[in-house]
């Protein structure tokens, strides 16, 4: 079974920044493509980024393109994401989600990741 863990969430001011974390217990977390969705109160999750097992590709969503950075650290099973320039909009749960099938070309849909985190808050004040 594998487990995600998220750290990092909490308030901050629109323009601050946030650094989210997410633990693995999966032995082939390396091989794993991992990624992270929002889901803001009324609204559908959405993907925000994600990463392949060996970080040489990572895609993100339009909306947080160039403020936003996935990376991974697979000896320490854990895959990160820097967020700066925070807006409001950006308030949500972020979860943070595995894909075994799809190591090499992670997916955009929340039904190709087979596991997924319990979720961590991010608000941000205006």
């Known amino acids: 079974q594998v487990q995600l863990v998220e750290f990092g969430g909490g308030l901050v001011q629109a323009g601050g920044s946030l650094r989210l974390s997410c633990a693995a217990s999966a032995r082939a977390f390396s091989t794993y493509a991992m990624g992270w969705f929002r889901q803001a109160p009324g609204k559908e999750r959405e993907f925000v980024a994600a990463?392949?097992?060996?970080?040489?590709?990572?895609y993100y969503a339009d909306s947080v393109k160039g403020r936003f950075t996935i990376s991974r650290d697979n000896a320490k099973k854990t895959v990160y994401l820097q967020m700066n320039s925070l807006k409001p909009e950006d308030t949500a749960v972020y979860y943070c989600?595995?894909?075994?099938?799809?190591?090499?070309?992670?997916?955009?849909?929340?039904?190709?990741?087979?596991?997924w985190g319990q979720g961590t808050q991010v608000t941000v004040s205006s």
């Open positions: 989600a595995a894909s075994p099938r799809y190591g090499a070309s992670p997916r955009y849909g929340s039904s190709e990741y087979d596991y």
């Open positions: 990463i392949s097992w060996n970080g040489g590709s990572t």
